[in-house]
């Protein structure tokens, strides 16, 4: 029964914090145990015939019953409790009035609106009614300093019925304020109570948190230990492996003197054409043997270098030769080999050592890679920001899948040079780091089967950092 009138009445969904929701409910309670009290004091005062006693009853038994309605709207929480205060009030100030004034018996009653209004209201509206029930105690006096005596409008038999009565609403009066203010000390109990437990279970939870803070700390320490040991023990074999590599392209270097000099010396005596012929192999083989331990050497360098000297210069002249160095190679595969420049004065940052090996490894492969009879263009290019180098090719283009290799050092691809040429697969990984160096960048366009085309920007002077 209860739980369904506090959902019938307590419907509001605006309370602002839980303080309010219980004040609501107190109000509730409070309501309905006064107007069963005033029920019980209306059948009294029925009793001993005090007309006056049973008008104000029943005035309190409906406004007491009602008053739990305006709970179910949005009149603010301390206006309900006070025209709670206000209905009690009124009814004991008549009460005393009309029962003998400083001789009646209900005038201790004037003890219980301001205690109500502390407990369900607040502390301003409680001094407030204190105030009024000083007030009237005053006019009580007043009255019976100044000899004004008030009747007692019942039949006088029931005098100590009513004294009695009044006594024990007195006592009601008082167990409703202890039961109102348990009601406030146990649900704040129960709220401290729910507080420390929730506290004592973040407390928990922050304690296992800092616990696996702690063991992955531990962890990541541990990681960053093996990390940094593999880090040193790979850069140890790094180190081994650049040594080993820088002292076998050397001492590879010192064999292949030997072969060209025991060559130049051998053509020095008189040798038969096929012999001749022979020797320019053997010489060719030693040069592409070399070129090739040069890259190594090379490539070695760069992976360590992080600076490199640039100069302000027309990129023109260097493109222009490093073509016209390829004209007679491109001849003999019947490749046409064209340049063209939209400014030939235009200047930047670069190191033209570094540039023109950009340029040859380039088109070196294009032409490497380009059938007979087809074309090989080279265009200059620049905006506002970047010089940009096109060096497109007629070849069998780069596939998909292998354009994220295309840079990466000693990579062999699916694309073979048409007329038996040797590919190391060093020279773009050197491309993409000579460029790199001139803050630049290398990057490849291509369909598979329509040729490829390469592209070079650097920055413009002003843009180069």
């Known amino acids: 029964m209860s739980f369904n009138l506090d959902r019938f009445f307590l419907k509001r969904s605006d309370r602002p914090y839980q303080g309010e929701l219980a004040k609501d409910l107190l109000l509730l309670r409070a309501s309905l145990y006064t107007g069963l009290f005033s029920l019980f004091y209306l059948f009294v005062s029925i009793l001993i015939g005090f007309q006056a006693g049973v008008n104000l009853m029943i005035f309190n038994v409906v406004g007491f019953l009602l008053l739990p309605f305006l709970l179910r709207t949005s009149v603010p929480i301390w206006v309900i409790g006070n025209i709670y205060v206000f209905i009690g009030a009124l009814a004991i100030v008549l009460l005393i009035y009309y029962s003998g004034g400083v001789e009646s018996a209900i005038l201790p009653w004037l003890l219980g609106?301001?205690?109500?209004?502390?407990?369900?209201?607040?502390?301003?509206?409680?001094?407030?009614?204190?105030?009024?029930?000083?007030?009237?105690?005053?006019?009580?006096?007043?009255?019976a300093t100044n000899g004004i005596s008030l009747e007692k409008p019942y039949d006088p038999s029931w005098h100590y019925t009513f004294l009695l009565a009044t006594h024990i609403g007195l006592l009601l009066i008082l167990v409703m304020i202890f039961?109102?203010?348990?009601?406030?000390?146990?649900?704040?109990?129960?709220?401290?109570?729910?507080?420390?437990?929730?506290?004592?279970?973040?407390?928990?939870r922050l304690e296992a948190a800092k616990e696996e803070l702690l063991s992955q700390n531990d962890h990541i320490?541990?990681?960053?230990?093996?990390?940094?040991?593999?880090?040193?023990?790979?850069?140890?074999?790094?180190?081994?492996?650049?040594?080993?590599?820088?002292?076998?392209?050397?001492?590879?270097?010192?064999?292949?003197?030997?072969l060209e000099g025991l060559i130049i010396l051998m053509k020095m005596e008189k040798v038969t054409s096929s012999?001749?012929?022979?020797?320019?192999?053997?010489?060719?083989?030693?040069n592409k043997s070399r070129a090739l331990i040069d890259k190594v050497i090379n490539l070695g360098a760069l992976e360590h270098q992080e600076q490199v000297n640039l100069t302000e210069e027309s990129i023109y002249p260097i493109l222009e030769k490093v073509v016209a160095d390829f004209k007679k190679l491109a001849e003999l595969k019947e490749i046409n080999l064209q340049v063209e420049a939209?400014?030939?004065?235009?200047?930047?940052?670069?190191?033209?050592?570094?540039?023109?090996?950009?340029?040859?490894?380039?088109?070196?492969?294009?032409?490497?890679?380009?059938?007979?009879?087809?074309?090989?263009?080279?265009?200059?290019?620049?905006?506002?920001?970047?010089?940009?180098?096109?060096?497109?090719?007629?070849?069998?283009?780069?596939?998909?899948?292998?354009?994220?290799?295309?840079?990466?050092?000693?990579?062999?691809?699916?694309?073979?040079?048409?007329?038996?040429?040797?590919?190391?697969?060093?020279?773009l990984s050197l491309v993409k780091r000579y460029v790199e160096l001139?803050?630049?960048?290398?990057?490849?366009?291509s369909i598979e089967g329509q040729g490829a085309t390469f592209i070079v920007e650097i920055p413009l002077t002003s843009y180069n950092v």
């Open 179 to 204: 039961f109102i203010f348990e009601n406030y000390r146990s649900m704040a109990q129960k709220k401290i109570e729910q507080q420390n437990t929730e506290l004592q279970n973040a407390l928990q």
């Open 342 to 427: 939209a400014d030939k004065q235009v200047k930047t940052l670069i190191d033209p050592i570094y540039l023109n090996q950009v340029y040859e490894n380039i088109l070196s492969n294009a032409i490497k890679f380009s059938p007979t009879g087809k074309d090989v263009n080279v265009r200059l290019l620049h905006n506002a920001t970047v010089v940009r180098t096109e060096i497109s090719d007629q070849g069998p283009g780069v596939p998909k899948e292998e354009m994220d290799r295309l840079f990466s050092k000693f990579s062999k691809l699916s694309a073979q040079p048409t007329a038996g040429e040797s590919s190391t697969g060093l020279g």
């Open 113 to 143: 609106p301001p205690s109500i209004a502390m407990l369900i209201v607040n502390k301003r509206s409680a001094l407030v009614w204190a105030a009024l029930m000083v007030a009237c105690f005053f006019y009580f006096g007043i009255l």
């Open 275 to 286: 012999q001749d012929e022979y020797l320019g192999l053997m010489q060719s083989s030693i």
């Open 221 to 258: 320490k541990s990681q960053n230990e093996e990390i940094a040991a593999q880090t040193e023990f790979l850069k140890q074999l790094l180190e081994g492996k650049d040594y080993i590599i820088h002292i076998l392209a050397h001492d590879l270097k010192s064999p292949l003197d030997s």
């Open 438 to 445: 001139m803050n630049g960048k290398v990057w490849c366009e």
